[in-house]
């Protein structure tokens, strides 16, 4: 059977599968993108689905899939919003850790170990998340074909990733790695980047149409991430399952 997981990328962060509730350890970078990353999903999730946010829970109707979940960085906040999560992960470890903590947090999130081409098809989700996860798959196309036969008509994708230019080669590989490093010596491989054209083409091609398209840049004087329409770097397209 065609597999979209690479076992040495599966490796390398489950080696680091202890670490990812640790805000300043390997994964500080995911727990600062993290605001910016919720609040550009839940505004789209809102507005598209005509939720009233006037209370806390307001993603209580809604059925969402993490796909590549980690230790739960975003399967945790989209719980406590009301959805109902179900959080993948290819690395056993990972799921581990995603449910040692969502119990002491007291959410009841649904952890599996596998990938979206093993998840039962009659399995149908409001939203699937693939948040940083599609540089580090193999066969792109049969992720997008295997992550639409799980997305209900009218339900939303978020692909989340790294453009593949010169400027996010300076930045994510010299600059966030070697330089300041943010993340591990070879987290990111240059060659699996994917430039918004390319992933365009990956989810029109699976029947996807594109609902909206934004990049995500780091202001390094207030150390924060903001939504931006420079896509030179890091971007994010939620894309619509017609």
């Not at 640790?22 to 605001?35: A, R, S, T």
């Not at 699937?128 to 074909?145: A, G, P, Q, S």
Request: charged share 30%; net charge positive.
């Amino acid at each position: 059977m065609s597999t979209t997981i690479n076992k040495e990328e599966i490796q390398k962060f489950s080696r680091l599968a202890d670490e990812w509730w640790d805000v300043n350890g390997k994964f500080k970078p995911l727990h600062m993108f993290n605001p910016v990353r919720i609040e550009y999903i839940t505004d789209i999730i809102r507005k598209h689905f005509k939720l009233k946010e006037d209370k806390i829970d307001f993603l209580e109707s809604l059925s969402v899939l993490d796909i590549g979940c980690g230790g739960g960085l975003i399967s945790e906040p989209m719980a406590r919003l009301g959805a109902k999560v179900t959080g993948i992960d290819a690395s056993e470890k990972n799921i581990k850790t995603a449910e040692l903590h969502s119990k002491k947090s007291g959410l009841k999130i649904d952890y599996k170990v596998g990938s979206p081409e093993n998840l039962a098809s009659f399995e149908k989700f409001d939203v699937i998340l693939n948040l940083e996860i599609v540089e580090h798959v193999d066969n792109v196309n049969l992720y997008i074909k295997s992550c639409y036969k799980l997305l209900k008509k009218n339900g939303l994708m978020f692909t989340a990733t790294l453009n593949r230019s010169f400027i996010s080669y300076v930045k994510a590989i010299i600059g966030a790695e070697y330089i300041l490093r943010w993340l591990p010596i070879g987290t990111h491989d240059w060659n699996k980047f994917i430039k918004p054209e390319e992933l365009e083409n990956f989810l029109i091609k699976e029947k996807f149409s594109t609902f909206d398209i934004k990049g995500l840049t780091f202001n390094p004087f207030l150390k924060k991430w903001k939504q931006s329409k420079d896509l030179s770097v890091n971007y994010i397209i939620c894309s619509l399952k017609n």
